[in-house]
Nanobody, 114 residues
Framework: QVHLVESGGGLVQPGGSLRLSCVASGFPFSEKTIMWYRQAPGKEREFVAWIGPSGTNTHYGDSALGRFTLARDNAINTVYLQMNNLKLEDTAVYYC???????WGQGTQVTVST
């Protein structure tokens, strides 16, 4: 059974940084692309970024480009989303997702506020 658990969210001031983690189990982690999405209150879920199985290939949505960085450690089935220069509009629940599946984590809240 696929299981994804996000952590690392919190309250941060504009310009600050957070690192989110997604720990996975129940599938061959090192063979799969992992995706991140976010959903702000009253808005649709938005694509943030994905990272390929080896970690070499990544792709970022417009909102993340230049500020967010993905990495993964296949030895411990974990993907990291480093978020820098956070803005008020980055406030959302952040989810990780196994590609080509309906498997999502429970999400972690990121709040950027003064």
């Amino acid at each position: 059974q696929v299981h994804l658990v996000e952590s690392g969210g919190g309250l941060v001031q504009p310009g600050g940084s957070l690192r989110l983690s997604c720990v996975a189990s129940g599938f061959p982690f090192s063979e799969k692309t992992i995706m991140w999405y976010r959903q702000a209150p009253g808005k649709e879920r938005e694509f943030v970024a994905w990272i390929g199985p080896s970690g070499t290939n990544t792709h970022y949505g417009d909102s993340a480009l230049g500020r967010f960085t993905l990495a993964r450690d296949n030895a411990i089935n974990t993907v990291y989303l480093q978020m820098n220069n956070l803005k008020l509009e980055d406030t959302a629940v952040y989810y990780c997702k196994l590609t080509l599946s309906d498997s999502w984590g429970q999400g972690t809240q990121v709040t950027v506020s003064t």
